[in-house]
């Protein structure tokens, strides 16, 4: 909702930043998994509302910040993929032995990457972005009187972002798993800026979110197998136990086929066009 003089803009960037700092604090205090997972969405949500509002209209703080949250998130991949694998492998290991030498190796990378952790994070502390969020949020500050044309922009902003996803969607192919991820990237945008957003949104349903989320979750299980077998190779060279490959490479299948059985659930979650009705309405 809007505060009491009608920001709708300016108060749900403050809002995303307020979750963004609240985490970044948390792991400043401790780099658990969680944590770290909590922070790198605050930071994915924040740079969604930054996103809409470029949609909206131009703002000179707006790319500076975007690129510096770019490289924040960027900086914790490593340790996803790290953290990701190991729960897999170490869930995996009754069933694929071989992989022991793999899961030490986890164990070592993992620990190398938590040692830069506490380093990487204080450094994110940085104060100039704070007065970069509140130039912009100055620049969609807005009458109450402006509130309805305000609501219009962020649905035809919306509109865009969806129309990016589509124009993700129609590249999709299962030649090309790396076109997965970059639809997957685009919804993750659509998901967190609707979210911001959602009192904009005429009769949005209830499980809306949770719906994007599942589609999601199936592109992200997708993701895991292409790095687990990108590690896997890249480990044990030319030599990768043919047990954990023929695994690794099912499971991957199957995922691509419940994601292709399911994947048009994308028209679902947003309006065809900006004189069409919502799906859901």
């Not at 972005?129 to 305000?150: C, M, S, T």
């Not at 979210?195 to 589609?215: E, F, G, I, K, S």
Request: aromatic share 8%; with cysteine.
């Amino acid at each position: 909702m809007a505060d009491a003089d009608g920001n709708l803009l300016s108060t749900a960037l403050y809002r995303q930043w307020r979750q963004y700092r609240k985490r970044l604090k948390a792991c400043c205090q401790t780099c658990s998994e969680d944590h770290v997972h909590a922070l790198r969405t605050g930071i994915r949500r924040l740079l969604s509302i930054l996103g809409l509002l470029q949609q909206i209209g131009p703002c000179r703080p707006l790319t500076p910040l975007r690129k510096t949250l770019k490289h924040q998130l960027d900086s914790f991949d490593d340790l996803r993929d790290v953290q990701v694998m190991l729960y897999e492998v170490a869930g995996k290991l009754p069933q694929l032995p071989e992989l022991s030498d793999f899961l030490d190796h986890l164990h070592r990378r993992e620990q190398q990457q938590l040692t830069r952790l506490p380093a990487l994070v204080a450094e994110l502390r940085q104060a100039k972005l704070r007065r970069k969020i509140d130039k912009a949020a100055r620049q969609f500050r807005h009458p109450k009187a402006h509130r309805n044309q305000i609501s219009a922009d962020v649905l035809n902003a919306l509109d865009r972002i969806y129309a990016e996803a589509m124009a993700r969607y129609a590249a999709v192919s299962v030649e090309d798993l790396h076109s997965i991820h970059r639809l997957r990237i685009s919804v993750k945008k659509l998901r967190y800026a609707i979210a911001a957003m959602a009192a904009t949104v005429p009769r949005l349903p209830a499980d809306h979110d949770q719906c994007l989320q599942r589609y999601l979750t199936a592109m992200g299980e997708i993701q895991n197998t292409v790095v687990m077998l990108a590690a896997l190779q890249n480990f044990y060279g030319g030599n990768a136990p043919e047990s954990a490959l023929a695994h690794y490479r099912q499971r991957q299948n199957q995922l691509i086929g419940e994601f292709v059985a399911h994947h048009e659930e994308l028209f679902g979650f947003w309006r065809p066009a900006p004189d069409q009705a919502f799906p859901w309405q």
